[in-house]
């Protein structure tokens, strides 16, 4: 189950609200692989990835440009950790997940991955801008 936490909460909110989205973009696509019932979910899995990837691009961006506003001063080192993430995100090979049989482990194997990685990012890295 992913979903949003009261702890994952940084009190900026616009930066809650956009992890919020990606929680439920990540269920979402869990929703989807759990659902036994439709046969060929290989272009909606494709596409929520897709919307989840770019979502968390678009959500790097925004947080980025909300510490320059307000001149945090570890702005290099953050952005940095998106830009790593950033280049990871860029290996998925969306078209490998509509082969019908390797679907659910890949498409589960990158969900755990990208929430695991913003759960952490959110309690190190994104707390910081409010402690
Ligand atoms: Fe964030
Ligand atoms: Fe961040």
């Given at each position: 189950?992913?979903?949003?936490?009261?702890?994952y909460?940084?009190?900026?909110?616009?930066?809650?609200?956009?992890?919020?989205?990606l929680?439920?973009?990540?269920?979402?696509?869990?929703?989807?692989?759990?659902?036994?019932?439709?046969l060929?979910?290989?272009?909606?899995?494709?596409?929520?990835?897709?919307?989840?990837v770019?979502?968390?691009?678009?959500?790097?961006?925004?947080?980025?440009?909300?510490?320059?506003?307000?001149?945090?001063?570890?702005?290099?080192?953050h952005?940095?950790?998106?830009?790593q993430?950033?280049?990871?995100?860029?290996?998925?090979?969306?078209?490998a997940l509509?082969?019908?049989?390797?679907?659910?482990?890949?498409?589960?194997?990158?969900?755990?991955?990208?929430?695991?990685?913003?759960?952490?990012?959110?309690?190190?890295?994104?707390m910081?801008?409010?402690?």
């Amino acid at each position: 189950m992913y979903e949003m936490k009261p702890e994952y909460l940084t009190g900026i909110d616009f930066i809650d609200q956009e992890h919020a989205r990606l929680f439920e973009l990540a269920q979402e696509t869990q929703d989807l692989l759990d659902d036994s019932v439709l046969l060929d979910k290989s272009d909606q899995i494709v596409e929520l990835v897709s919307e989840l990837v770019n979502y968390t691009r678009s959500h790097f961006a925004h947080e980025e440009e909300y510490q320059k506003s307000i001149q945090y001063p570890y702005i290099t080192q953050h952005a940095a950790q998106h830009r790593q993430f950033e280049s990871k995100l860029s290996e998925i090979d969306l078209d490998a997940l509509s082969d019908f049989e390797q679907q659910n482990e890949t498409v589960e194997d990158i969900l755990d991955f990208l929430v695991d990685w913003l759960i952490n990012h959110i309690l190190r890295v994104d707390m910081k801008l409010v402690k």
